[in-house]
């Protein structure tokens, strides 16, 4: 069994889901020697978050934005976590609700994401600056 681990700096974006699978792929060119195994990818940060969903069509990326807006709105006069602005707190319980951690299975040197499926990092935050993320692959 073999191990592979980088770390993988995204710029900062504006706030929204940005497909980023090809800046995964890319920062861990490993995994195409692996015939079988798994892709770790994990965001070192709490007001940001990372999903798998549609890869084709940007307006889904657009709804999630609305929903979350909606779901968890800003300025909420329950929130005491405020210091840093009106969207810190919001974007602590997004990136709660979604996933810090996503495990991809590694299937002949590939990803193994569905037909439509693409790896999206949630930025929360109107200013979250740049985005570190840790690539562990492993197998054989």
């Known amino acids: 069994m ?8 995204l710029k900062a974006k504006r706030r929204g889901f940005h497909l980023i699978t090809d800046e995964i792929i890319h920062a861990i060119p490993e995994l195409s020697i ?19 969903n549609e890869n084709a ?8 934005e609305t929903w979350f807006n909606k779901a968890v709105q800003e300025n ?4 005491t976590h ?20 996503l495990l991809i299975p590694i299937n002949d040197g590939q990803l193994a994401l569905g037909t439509w499926q693409g790896i999206y990092l949630c930025e929360h935050r109107n200013y979250g600056g740049n985005r570190n993320v840790m690539l562990t692959a492993w197998g054989i």
């Open 57 to 64: 069509d940007p307006t889904v990326r657009m709804d999630f």
């Open 2 to 9: 073999q191990f592979f681990q980088k770390k993988l700096s």
């Open 76 to 79: 909420d006069p329950d929130y």
């Open 34 to 52: 692996l015939r079988t195994g798994l892709l770790q990818v994990f965001i070192q940060h709490t007001s940001a978050s990372l999903t798998i």
């Open 82 to 101: 405020d210091y840093e602005g009106a969207d810190d707190m919001p974007a602590h319980l997004k990136s709660a609700l979604l996933d810090t951690s």
